[in-house]
């Protein structure tokens, strides 16, 4: 069975910093393309970053470019996300989610970590 | 940026009857290259991450029951529940991944009449 499990979410101050991890298992985690995608309580899903399979090609939306960075550790089926700068805009359900046939085409998608931003 | 619009905001449909939900994108998904829709329909319930339904705008996803259905091409986009089951509650998003930004529809909530 496929999972995905993030961790590390939680409650930061304005300017702070956070790590976000999501393991895998169930699927051979170096051959997906792989994701963060979040959500502000009661708002629509928004891309945040995805990374290639051998972490070459990356990309990020513009509001966290400069902020954020994405990373992957395939030894240990691992993705990550490391937040600077954070502010209250930032407050979400952070998902990890696999993508499949297309870089952007989540077919997998963790239960998600909480982080929220506030003083 | 591609912007993704979706409409009705909140039909309410009785059980057992067709639900639509339409969905528009500012500009062509459509990548010439492979002939494919670069949009996906997505159903998320309270408190769980959002489930893929249909991809390349009419492709079902394994495991996705058959009353759902996706159609269209280009910019125009629409998701059918041929049958409404009471299951069928959720939001519903269409998303474009043909571009950076990925970006999402403002979401459908679907209720029972």
């Given at each position: 069975?496929?999972q995905?499990?993030?961790?590390?979410?939680?409650?930061v101050?304005p300017g702070?910093?956070l790590?976000?991890?999501?393991?895998?298992?169930?699927?051979?985690?170096?051959?997906y393309?792989m994701s963060?995608v979040?959500?502000?309580?009661g708002?629509?899903?928004?891309?945040?970053?995805?990374?290639?399979?051998?972490?070459?090609?990356?990309?990020?939306?513009?509001?966290?470019?400069?902020?954020f960075?994405?990373s992957?550790?395939?030894?240990?089926?691992?993705?990550?996300l490391?937040?600077?700068?954070?502010?209250?805009?930032?407050?979400?359900?952070?998902?990890?989610?696999?993508?499949?046939l297309?870089?952007?085409?989540y077919?997998?998608?963790?239960?998600?970590t909480?982080?929220t931003?506030?003083? | 940026?591609i912007?993704?619009?979706?409409?009705p905001?909140?039909?309410?449909?009785?059980?057992?009857?067709?639900?639509?939900?339409?969905?528009?994108?500012?500009?062509?998904?459509l990548?010439?290259?492979?002939?494919?829709?670069?949009?996906?329909?997505?159903?998320?319930?309270?408190?769980?991450p959002?489930?893929l339904?249909?991809?390349?705008?009419?492709?079902?996803?394994?495991?996705?029951p058959d009353?759902?259905?996706?159609?269209?091409?280009?910019?125009d986009?629409?998701?059918?529940?041929?049958s409404?089951?009471?299951?069928?509650?959720?939001?519903?998003?269409?998303?474009?991944?043909?571009?950076?930004?990925?970006?999402?529809?403002?979401?459908?909530?679907?209720?029972?009449?």
């Amino acid at each position: 069975e496929v999972q995905l499990v993030e961790s590390g979410g939680g409650l930061v101050r304005p300017g702070g910093s956070l790590r976000l991890s999501c393991v895998g298992s169930g699927f051979t985690f170096s051959t997906y393309w792989m994701s963060w995608v979040r959500q502000a309580p009661g708002k629509v899903p928004e891309w945040v970053a995805n990374i290639k399979e051998d972490g070459s090609e990356i990309a990020y939306v513009d509001s966290v470019k400069g902020r954020f960075t994405i990373s992957r550790d395939n030894a240990r089926n691992s993705l990550y996300l490391q937040m600077n700068r954070l502010t209250d805009e930032d407050t979400a359900v952070y998902y990890c989610a696999r993508s499949y046939l297309s870089r952007a085409l989540y077919d997998q998608w963790g239960r998600g970590t909480l982080v929220t931003v506030s003083s | 940026d591609i912007v993704v619009t979706q409409f009705p905001d909140s039909p309410a449909v009785s059980l057992g009857e067709r639900a639509t939900i339409n969905c528009k994108s500012s500009q062509s998904v459509l990548y010439s290259s492979n002939n494919k829709d670069y949009l996906a329909w997505y159903q998320q319930k309270p408190g769980q991450p959002p489930k893929l339904l249909i991809y390349w705008a009419s492709t079902r996803e394994s495991g996705v029951p058959d009353r759902f259905s996706g159609s269209g091409s280009g910019t125009d986009f629409t998701l059918t529940i041929s049958s409404l089951q009471a299951e069928d509650v959720a939001v519903y998003y269409c998303q474009q991944y043909y571009d950076t930004p990925y970006t999402f529809g403002q979401g459908t909530k679907l209720e029972i009449k």
